[in-house]
């Protein structure tokens, strides 16, 4: 099995929260451009619109056929600290409260079945960063409260773990997609616009 973890890209912040901003989106285009040349199985995504959006901007550069699943399993519950609850308020939206141990119980049970049906696929997930800390932590073999030690896990990273059987090699929070210098990228028929990726 091969996994990329991919968090989503930059959102925007008050009431557009869970959308991307700008920068965002061009990083979702980046993401995408990563991809370009990697075969993918299948792909789960979160249910949040952000997670959603990110992966929107991936797909084009991605080699048919692939199976798509949008899970509530990957979804962000508690509302990001910097968020704050004033805007859910205004947005009208519930917030459902989890707790430490459901966190880590519901990244448990998701990555037990991605290793019953997926042992020699490569997978796409795109979720938010206490999910894939908490994902991480189980693939390692880790209790949730190593996950303050993946302190930083930034907008549109790529953390990457390859499989043998056992694990073989992994990677956290990779940016180096981000940074292409002197690239046109072209997007593909569905994505007609193309943008220069300047240092």
Request: with cysteine; charged share 30%; net charge positive.
């Amino acid at each position: 099995m091969k996994l990329y973890l991919v968090r989503h890209a930059q959102r925007d912040f008050g009431l557009k929260f869970d959308q991307l901003n700008d920068v965002g989106i061009e990083q979702a285009k980046r993401l995408g451009y990563y991809f370009k040349n990697k075969k993918i199985d299948f792909i789960y995504c979160s249910i949040n619109k952000r997670a959603k959006e990110t992966l929107k901007y991936i797909l084009p550069f991605l080699k048919k056929p692939f199976k798509i699943t949008y899970t509530s399993r990957l979804r962000q519950h508690n509302v990001p600290e910097e968020v704050g609850k004033e805007a859910f308020k205004i947005l009208k939206l519930k917030e459902k409260i989890e707790t430490k141990e459901e966190l880590e119980k519901r990244t448990r049970d998701f990555w037990k079945y991605l290793k019953k049906k997926h042992g020699k696929h490569t997978i796409l997930i795109v979720s938010h960063k206490q999910v894939i800390k908490a994902l991480i932590c189980q693939i390692l073999n880790l209790s949730l409260d190593e996950s303050v030690y993946i302190d930083k896990l930034p907008s549109a990273s790529i953390s990457t773990f390859e499989f043998d059987k056992k694990l073989k090699t992994f990677l956290i929070g990779d940016l180096t997609h981000l940074l292409i210098s002197h690239t046109l990228v072209t997007f593909p028929s569905a994505h007609p616009n193309s943008i220069l990726i300047k240092t």
